[in-house]
């Protein structure tokens, strides 16, 4: 009988081992929870900081993209206006030359007295030397 006493007083002692293993077990899984949902709120957190980071360089690459189109935009209008003036310069010299031309042709074939030639006057009669 003692033995069976014994073996129940070690198997007592055996089963609150095993009851405080399960107890410390249940409370080491319970923190391992917390600190799962903890971490979890944290990558929340942490992927949240990393969408709003992954806009913001989505949004300053598009900011690029539309410089560099307004550049090229602005460049092309430069050149289109260059090319006009290029254009209206070409135009007025040719109407210049056009004008000049007229001009010289009206004085070939403007009527002179034979032999005569205007004097080089500042008063406003034009006299006329005969030419030798």
């Known amino acids: 009988m003692r033995d069976l006493e014994k073996q129940q007083k070690e ?5 609150q081992k095993i ?8 409370k080491l899984q ?10 979890g709120v944290t990558n929340t957190a942490e992927q949240a900081e990393s969408r709003r980071q992954n806009a913001q360089m989505a949004k300053e690459a598009q900011k690029k ?9 602005l460049n092309n209008l430069l050149k289109d206006l260059e090319k006009r003036k290029a254009e209206q310069r070409k135009a007025e010299a040719e109407a210049r030359k056009k004008a000049a031309e007229a001009r010289f042709g009206r004085r070939r074939k403007s009527p002179q007295r034979a032999g005569c030639r205007p004097t080089k006057s500042r008063s406003r009669t034009r006299r006329h030397v005969h030419a030798d």
Do not use: D, G, M, P
């Not at 009851?19 to 249940?26: G, I, P, Q």
């Not at 993209?65 to 935009?73: D, L, M, P, S, V």
């Open 19 to 26: 009851n405080n293993e399960l107890a410390y077990l249940k």
């Open 65 to 73: 993209i539309n410089h560099r189109e307004n550049e090229q935009r």
């Open 30 to 39: 319970a923190n391992i929870q917390a600190s799962l949902r903890q971490q």
């Open 11 to 15: 198997l007592a002692a055996q089963e």
